[in-house]
């Protein structure tokens, strides 16, 4: 008897929920009694592109590890980012040790006037057009902790949640429109005679016109 093999299909693997970006690697060594330990440290950067993002850092013996290290700190300490479209919703100025962080909102087509970290961390905020200067240290650690810090910090303006009510209201409207026009279509449709009803009057005024002739003779 032949045997049938059936061909496997690829693997298919699940979308991720956060996207990873890897800001940076370094060999740390920390000195004990009996000499230098070597390790490495990871800063690693997630996020959705919707809003939601984190950072973290890890230290390993390996590199692998240090980076699934520093993954798992940063889905625990996660912040959600008010986004005014594509843009952030006011200006900021942050200083975090040496570095100092300003970021602008910016019109719709402008894009990600900034380089190094920062442009990894609001690319995965999901900001798509933002005006930023970075001044002081030129240090990606203490950068990426900065620009983390600053995004934590914006609010929601009046202007924007005035908005959102407004949508709100105007989603609230349609619907309620559409399902008035719904019901006044069922209450303006006729009950459709069924075809059993007519067959027997059909029936009756035949056997009437019969008759009278009948009659008549």
Same mark, same amino acid.
């Given at each position: 008897?032949?045997?049938? /093999?059936?061909?496997?299909?690829?693997?298919?693997?699940?979308? !991720? =929920?956060?996207?990873?970006?890897?800001?940076?690697?370094?060999?740390?060594?920390?000195?004990? *009694?009996?000499?230098?330990?070597?390790?490495?440290?990871?800063?690693?950067?997630?996020?959705?592109?919707?809003?939601?993002?984190?950072?973290?850092?890890?230290?390993?013996? =390996?590199?692998?590890? +240090?980076?699934?290290?520093?993954?798992?700190?940063?889905? !625990?300490?996660?912040?959600?980012?008010?986004?005014?479209?594509?843009?952030?919703?006011?200006?900021? *100025?942050?200083?975090?040790?040496?570095?100092?962080?300003?970021?602008?909102?910016?019109?719709?087509?402008?894009?990600?006037?900034?380089?190094? $970290?920062?442009?990894?961390?609001?690319?995965?905020?999901?900001?798509?057009?933002?005006?930023? *200067?970075?001044?002081? $240290?030129?240090? *990606?650690?203490?950068?990426?902790?900065?620009? /983390?810090?600053?995004?934590?910090?914006?609010?929601?303006?009046? /202007?924007?949640?005035?908005?959102?009510?407004?949508?709100?209201?105007?989603?609230?409207?349609? &619907?309620?429109? +559409?399902?008035?026009?719904?019901? +006044?279509?069922? &209450?303006?449709?006729?009950?459709? =005679?069924?075809?059993?009803?007519?067959?027997?009057?059909?029936?009756? =005024?035949?056997? &009437?016109?019969?008759?009278?002739?009948?009659?008549?003779?």
């Amino acid at each position: 008897m032949a045997r049938s /093999f059936k061909k496997r299909g690829p693997h298919m693997r699940e979308p !991720k =929920e956060f996207e990873e970006q890897v800001i940076q690697i370094d060999r740390v060594t920390k000195v004990v *009694k009996g000499g230098r330990r070597l390790r490495f440290r990871a800063t690693v950067a997630i996020g959705n592109k919707k809003g939601k993002v984190g950072i973290g850092l890890g230290k390993s013996n =390996e590199v692998t590890g +240090a980076i699934q290290k520093a993954i798992a700190k940063a889905k !625990k300490y996660m912040i959600t980012v008010p986004l005014d479209g594509s843009t952030i919703p006011h200006d900021i *100025k942050n200083k975090y040790k040496s570095s100092i962080i300003l970021l602008l909102p910016a019109a719709p087509g402008t894009g990600i006037i900034a380089g190094g $970290t920062i442009r990894k961390v609001l690319e995965l905020a999901g900001v798509k057009d933002i005006l930023s *200067k970075s001044y002081g $240290t030129t240090n *990606k650690v203490n950068n990426t902790k900065g620009i /983390f810090e600053a995004l934590s910090k914006l609010r929601k303006t009046p /202007f924007m949640e005035k908005r959102a009510n407004a949508a709100a209201n105007a989603t609230a409207k349609a &619907k309620e429109e +559409a399902q008035a026009k719904a019901q +006044a279509k069922a &209450k303006t449709k006729s009950p459709k =005679e069924s075809p059993k009803s007519e067959k027997p009057k059909e029936k009756k =005024e035949e056997k &009437k016109e019969e008759k009278k002739p009948n009659q008549k003779e």
